[in-house]
């Protein structure tokens, strides 16, 4: 069995009862954390110096439609309005099998580039078993840890999800399989609780989005039928009333907030400060190149100035001045990245922190600074030195491995150059 030694770094295991960041070394076996430590057994080891490096957990995007990326930036004004009528009202039904494979593709590799190691995929344009094939191909090909989050295209608010579909795809080791429902907002009652039950009869996550104003009645029908769970996943989360959140987190199910794209889109507030009054707190995604920079460090640090400015402009009004203390810290920001996006995606026992047993996802940041909680949190893709995923290395001195970049690149153009056409003639 292959081992290696990671010797001498700043190593935040973001385990319970060990310290924010410790120096320690980490031992990796085949594709597992075997220790973390020191006077560790290094005997047949290969030992990689990482001293005034930083080692964190593999950072967890908990929400992106790679198959969006030859889109990326071409939506930096637009509104929420504008993304669904110029993507998924225009572009979408231009999309080849083969732009699903290279946007898939190549959306998981600038994951790896940026530290992410376990990726959320919720792919939503899937007309032919050839397009939903093809995404899952350049997911597998990436070499990232993910959860394919199937999903369809809109339809009628009475259909269904295709859970044949489903049920045909197979995974490799690193992929697992979701589905991305319309759910309770976009579906009849009947209709969510036909969703949720599928999924909960094949042991998946359910995710779905929610930002189109209060809860409608498929709410409420999937609460009567009992089916809400650990495994349902909320993204956005806007226009869920208080009464529901509690109601979501009291059943164990996960909240997932793209804050820029929900500040910038107009989603509408991050749902951060009401999870953190009920003793929970969000995982984190970034949603679609096409709007925003696909980067869940960056997601983190507005999520928390975003709360932290909400936060003081409250003590503000109610006391005339802002507040003396912080009332988030960088390691619950750090903590929504990796802990929180694996519980969110079900991978909470397998990925998310350093510690014995868990998968050796990890993430080497060059970076300095006297915190390094902070300067993991404030790491920007060049202090990304090395990646690794379960066990094997994906990045090394900053430059991704077992990959022709040129030639990712070169397809993702043609992709472009045949799909921005139809998002700008609307």
């Not at 770094?9 to 070394?25: F, G, K, L, Q, S």
């Not at 995007?61 to 993507?87: E, I, M, S």
């Not at 269904?160 to 429902?181: F, N, Q």
Request: charged share 20%.
């Amino acid at each position: 069995m292959n081992r290696v030694l990671l010797r001498g770094a700043r190593v935040i295991t973001m385990a319970p009862n060990r310290p924010d960041a410790e120096r320690a070394d980490v031992l990796i076996e085949g594709d597992t954390i075997a220790a973390v430590g020191d006077g560790l057994d290094t005997t047949g080891a290969e030992i990689v110096d990482v001293t005034d490096r930083i080692v964190v957990p593999g950072l967890v995007n908990a929400h992106l439609h790679t198959w969006q990326t030859a889109l990326r930036g071409a939506g930096a004004d637009w509104t929420l309005a504008d993304y669904l009528g110029r993507v998924h009202g225009a572009v979408a039904r231009h999309y080849r099998p083969e732009d699903m494979r290279i946007g898939t593709l190549a959306g998981a590799l600038s994951q790896l580039d940026r530290g992410t190691t376990t990726l959320g995929d919720w792919c939503h344009n899937t007309p032919t078993p050839d397009h939903t094939d093809a995404a899952l191909d350049g997911l597998a090909a990436s070499g990232v840890r993910g959860v394919f989050l199937h999903g369809t295209p809109y339809s009628a608010p009475d259909a269904t999800h295709p859970v044949g579909e489903v049920d045909r795809l197979s995974t490799g080791p690193l992929l697992s399989l979701g589905m991305a429902v319309r759910g309770p907002q976009l579906s009849t009652p009947d209709t969510a609780v036909a969703d949720f039950r599928a999924a909960a009869e094949r042991g998946l996550v359910v995710s779905m989005h929610q930002s189109g104003g209060e809860p409608g009645p498929g709410w409420t029908a999937v609460r009567d039928a009992g089916l809400l769970s650990p495994a349902t996943n909320v993204v956005h989360g806007a226009g869920l009333t208080e009464e529901w959140i509690k109601i979501l987190v009291d059943a164990g199910a996960t909240l997932t907030s793209t804050p820029e794209n929900e500040l910038g889109q107009g989603h509408g507030f991050p749902v951060t400060g009401r999870l953190l009054r009920l003793g929970a707190a969000p995982s984190l995604g970034t949603d679609t190149d096409a709007v925003t920079p696909a980067d869940v460090l960056s997601a983190a640090r507005i999520a928390l100035a975003a709360q932290r400015g909400h936060d003081h402009e409250r003590h503000r009004q109610d006391t005339g001045s802002p507040s003396l203390t912080a009332t988030i810290t960088a390691r619950q920001a750090l903590a929504w990245a990796t802990v929180e996006g694996a519980r969110a995606l079900g991978l909470a026992d397998r990925v998310g922190r350093l510690e014995a047993g868990m998968q050796a996802d990890l993430v080497v940041i060059d970076s300095f600074g006297p915190d390094p909680v902070a300067a993991a949190l404030y790491a920007g893709t060049g202090d990304i030195e090395a990646v690794m995923v379960a066990g094997r290395w994906r990045k090394r001195d900053h430059t991704l491995l077992d990959v022709d970049l040129d030639a990712v690149r070169d397809r993702l153009r043609e992709s472009a150059a045949h799909l921005l056409p139809y998002a700008r003639s609307r």
